[in-house]
């Protein structure tokens, strides 16, 4: 089966400008997770989707970032304006269902973020 | 609030040893837990996965412990090979959220 597909890679920009990410998760895969992992760090959730509705934004800056999952498959992150202290892999991960599920997460490749 | 750490932060061996990684978790009310690889620039690999009922797991050379009242878990590798040489992270899943909180995980050198 095709896995978790994330881009860009790679994004440079400079703070104070706006970026946005995509994601397609495993075909037929419910939940949709978008993880921050900061260099030396493991990663920290910042939203969970469950079709497309959010079921945890809690650690979501909502003040610069916004998610959504139109249809419940694809999903894209923005963050505007980016902070130097965004600098950061951002991952995507999707799973059958949720918190039910024994079934572990399927993790995309991320997209490396680096602001100047 | 759910805190997990790994120790050690970073763990150099030659090729064929025995080997173990160390989690600890501060909350002992989990659902499940899960071991990652994560090689340079890529996402993460579920290696094996551990529910709340039970004490270990094991695949091929790997083998995961868990003692919940303990709030610790081990991942054992048996006859390391330089291809294993990755950062290894552990993620717990409590039984108030739906999300996993990882570790900072261990980054793992097998030297030829």
């Known amino acids: 089966e095709a896995g978790v597909a994330q881009s860009p890679r790679y994004k440079i920009i400079e703070k104070r400008q706006s970026v946005a990410f995509w994601c397609n998760p495993i075909s037929g895969h419910a939940t949709l997770y978008w993880y921050q992992q900061i260099l030396g760090q493991g990663p920290k959730l910042l939203i969970q989707f469950q079709n497309n509705g959010v079921v945890d934004d809690s650690q979501l800056p909502k003040d610069r970032f916004s998610a959504e999952r139109l249809k419940g498959v694809d999903s894209t992150l923005k963050i505007q304006p980016a902070k130097l202290e965004d600098s950061a892999v951002y991952l995507c991960?999707?799973?059958?269902?949720?918190?039910?599920?024994?079934?572990?997460?399927?993790f995309g490749d991320g997209t490396r973020l680096s602001i100047l | 609030k759910q805190e997990v750490t790994q120790i050690p932060a970073a763990l150099s061996v030659p090729e064929g040893e025995n080997l173990v990684l160390n989690c600890s978790f501060t909350d002992s009310a989990i659902y499940n837990l899960q071991w990652f690889r994560q090689d340079p620039g890529k996402g993460l690999t579920s290696l094996l996965l551990?529910?709340?009922?039970?004490r270990e797991q094991t695949s091929g050379r790997l083998n995961a412990s868990l003692d919940k009242s303990s709030g610790r878990s081990t991942l054992y590798i048996a006859a390391s090979q330089p291809g294993d040489s990755a950062t290894y992270l552990c993620a717990v899943r409590d039984n108030y959220g739906q999300n996993f909180v990882f570790g900072p995980g261990t980054r793992l050198s097998v030297l030829p």
């Open positions: 991960a999707s799973s059958p269902i949720g918190r039910e599920s024994n079934q572990p997460q399927h």
């Open positions: 551990i529910q709340s009922s039970q």
